[in-house]
């Protein structure tokens, strides 16, 4: 079964999904920690080998527009239900907040891309060489009215 809660910081001790390693230095480690404290964040845990498997955080950057961001587990990608769970709980907050658009950044690699396609997100722009010399894309989902 998998079930969503409140994030609690030990939910960050996970084993990270291959675009997550720079959370591998403690120094980012503890920055994600204080703001998914600081902001809203879910966790998504599966029942059956009971540890969290992702985690959405997002803060409000201006009038119901809102900057996103997911962690995963290096069990994220084993199970297609965890993204039907991550999709279904995106569209709840986007209910429960009123959000009018939300915006991501991520690498720009194919599987990642698909899986923000999956979402809901439209690429807005190219990033080229944004963090330690790799393409990212700035995503958006909602009009922003």
């Not at 029942?47 to 201006?62: C, D, H, M, Q, R």
């Not at 569209?91 to 923000?116: F, M, Q, R």
Request: with cysteine.
């Amino acid at each position: 079964m998998i079930e969503i809660y409140n994030y609690e910081p030990q939910d960050l001790n996970m084993s990270f999904n291959e675009w997550a390693g720079h959370l591998k230095n403690k120094r980012r480690l503890a920055q994600l920690k204080k703001y998914l404290s600081a902001n809203h964040a879910y966790t998504v845990f599966d029942t059956k080998i009971n540890e969290p498997v992702a985690i959405l955080g997002f803060s409000e950057i201006s009038n119901k527009e809102f900057y996103g961001l997911v962690v995963a587990s290096d069990k994220f990608g084993n199970n297609p239900k965890y993204a039907v769970k991550m999709k279904y709980l995106v569209s709840c907050v986007i209910k429960e907040y009123g959000v009018k658009k939300t915006i991501t950044i991520s690498e720009d690699a194919p599987k990642l891309n698909k899986w923000h396609e999956f979402i809901g997100f439209k690429k807005e722009k190219k990033l080229p060489k944004y963090f330690r010399g790799k393409d990212f894309i700035y995503w958006s989902m909602g009009d922003g009215n």
